[in-house]
T-cell receptor
Framework: DTGVSQNPRHKITKRGQNVTFRCDPI?????LYWYRQTLGQGPEFLTY????????KSRLLSDRFSAERPKGSFSTLEIQRTEQGDSAMYLC????????????????FGPGTRLLVL | TQLLEQSPQFLSIQEGENLTVYCNSS?????LQWYRQEPGEGPVLLVT?????EVKKLKRLTFQFGDARKDSSLHITAAQPGDTGLYLC???????????FGAGTTVTVRA
């Protein structure tokens, strides 16, 4: 178990550019989540996948944001035409469905990608 | 308005003292998780509680889930400088898989 990994760890871009982040979940986990965290706040939910299906999107996820998980393994989050307000830590988490009797849906987080839009 | 309210927002104590962080809501949660986060890193899971009234201990850390599953607390005994960090509570509501987070409590333990 190597944990959740995210790449890149840091990204600096100019306003208007597109950026893409990658998340590799824990290998046996079928659920994958994206969150965004700004300074002084807790993470806020963006979207989640069960296998390759994107099942829920937050209203925070504007049409400039798109997430994919094409084969039910790794996921990408793309931001088009970045704005300064997109500057934040983007966190990925994964979880597995556990049969009754266990802690359902405990989420394990990656180290995050810190985005700075100039 | 956040679903989970954490208090206090900041806590600075001397090594060896005890501290308690509170996480409150008017909503019921099917599970509640506590994480610790270092600057520039992702949250690291400390514990998951799922049963109302449940108490879990992790060395010097004691976690409690309220009987009604609306609130939780984290108590640290004899705090050490290594306990310094941002403590986050997060809950999953019934039939929901996403987590709602509190704003966090920044704990500083002075040597």
């Amino acid at each position: 178990d190597t944990g959740v990994s995210q790449n890149p760890r840091h990204k600096i871009t100019k306003r208007g550019q597109n950026v893409t982040f990658r998340c590799d979940p824990i290998s046996e986990h079928n659920r994958l989540y994206w969150y965004r965290q700004t300074l002084g706040q807790g993470p806020e939910f963006l979207t989640y996948f069960q296998n390759e299906a994107q099942l829920e999107k937050s209203r925070l996820l504007s049409d400039r944001f798109s997430a994919e998980r094409p084969k039910g393994s790794f996921s990408t989050l793309e931001i088009q035409r970045t704005e300064q307000g997109d500057s934040a830590m983007y966190l990925c988490a994964s979880s597995s469905w556990v049969l009754a009797g266990g802690p359902q849906g405990t989420q394990y987080f990656g180290p995050g990608t810190r985005l700075l839009v100039l | 308005t956040q679903l989970l309210e954490q208090s206090p927002q900041f806590l600075s104590i001397q090594e060896g003292e005890n501290l308690t962080v509170y996480c409150n809501s008017s909503s019921v949660f099917s599970s509640l998780q506590w994480y610790r986060q270092e600057p520039g890193e992702g949250p690291v899971l400390l514990v998951t509680v799922v049963t109302g009234g449940e108490v879990k201990k992790l060395k010097r850390l004691t976690f409690q889930f309220g009987d009604a599953r609306k609130d939780s607390s984290l108590h640290i005994t004899a705090a050490q400088p290594g306990d310094t960090g941002l403590y986050l509570c997060a809950g999953a509501r019934p039939n929901d898989y996403k987590l709602s987070f509190g704003a966090g409590t920044t704990v500083t333990v002075r040597a």
